[in-house]
């Protein structure tokens, strides 16, 4: 297959499933990693895709937002590893925030059953997981709900949390990196997000390597506000480092 004809096809995959990665690529193709890097820095300087960390995604939904079902099968063993690891951070007969997310839901179906806590979500996904547990004090907190992610935000979200002091705060992005921060596609999803931030004295971050290097048109944070991030072994040894250079413990479950 000539450069032109594999590129085309990278091209198409990437629009169908919204990001390539650059070892299934090579695999898919039977190159070496750097002739796919080549593929992907040639479109990128078309137009036609953006590089990211590991890979690339299309131009035309660097802000698009994929509903709840696909994002949840997206790196599903990585975030349940994420969610095991998430739990040693609960604290005992305490008060935590668990932000919407797929990660963070996880980490909300991973609770045992006998835990004793108060927990505050905005997230339908995580109240329907927790809301049989009978140790768990639990308040949904309440808004417009978004259809695409089942959270709810604006006023009456962000009121709520203005008055909540919280033990920790389980977070969720769908972008961090140490340039761009953490970020979002929606704003009325930024803005919650920036308040149960500042509501918990302590942050961590629930975010698999996909998403390193990704940005959003949302800014809600950088990771400086992060005190704790969990992610999986995809994330680089050097790319953990730089990260906890600035402050944030890392562990790559």
Known sequence: ???PERQQEILRLA???GRVD???LAEEFQVTAETVR???KALDRAGLLRRVH???IPVGRLDFEPDLAERDAVAADEKDRIAQAALAELPADGNVIIDAGTTTARLAAAVPVDAAL???THALPVAARLADHPGIALHLVGGRVRHRTRAAVDAWALGAYAEISADVVFLATNGFSPDSGLTTPDLAEAAVKRAVVK???RVVLLADSGKFGQRHFARFGDLTDVDHLITDTGLSPDDARSIESRGTEVVRA
């Open 1 to 3: 297959m000539y450069a």
């Open 15 to 17: 629009q169908e499933s």
């Open 22 to 24: 650059v070892l299934s």
């Open 38 to 40: 080549r593929d992907l």
């Open 54 to 56: 590991g890979g690339a």
């Open 118 to 120: 108060t927990v505050v």
């Open 199 to 201: 509501a918990a004295r």
